[in-house]
């Protein structure tokens, strides 16, 4: 069973950076696919970035250019490297593997809020 633990979270100002953490217990290998989702307030939760076992990388439209997905898969850690942040960026990020369409698991979620 695999269980994901996110961290990185906080508070920082607009134009600030983060890197979010998300160490996997278990092999990351078995995972399709691994990615960050987030959900502010009052609205449904939504993909950030998604890499897939092959290393293909994808990411929603508000953060490419901003944001990096990335894994170590010797320390079974994806990380989420959030760059040039927009208040609009504040939510709870979540962490996700994706096994298969019937089958994923989800951390329990970070807080990143972008303010001044």
């Known amino acids: 069973q695999v269980q994901l633990l996110e961290s990185g979270g906080g508070l920082v100002q607009p134009g600030g950076s983060l890197r979010l953490s998300c160490v996997v217990s278990g092999s990351i290998f078995s995972a399709n696919a691994m990615g960050w989702y987030r959900q502010a307030p009052g609205k449904q939760r939504e993909l950030v970035a998604r890499?897939?076992?092959?290393?293909?990388?994808n990411y929603a439209d508000p953060v490419k250019g901003r944001f990096t997905i990335a894994i170590n898969n010797a320390e079974n850690i994806v990380y989420l490297q959030m760059n040039s942040l927009k208040p609009e960026d504040t939510a709870v990020y979540y962490c996700n593997a994706f096994f298969s369409r019937y089958n994923d698991c989800w951390g329990q979620g970070t807080q990143v809020t972008v303010a001044s």
């Open positions: 890499i897939t076992s092959g290393g293909s990388t």
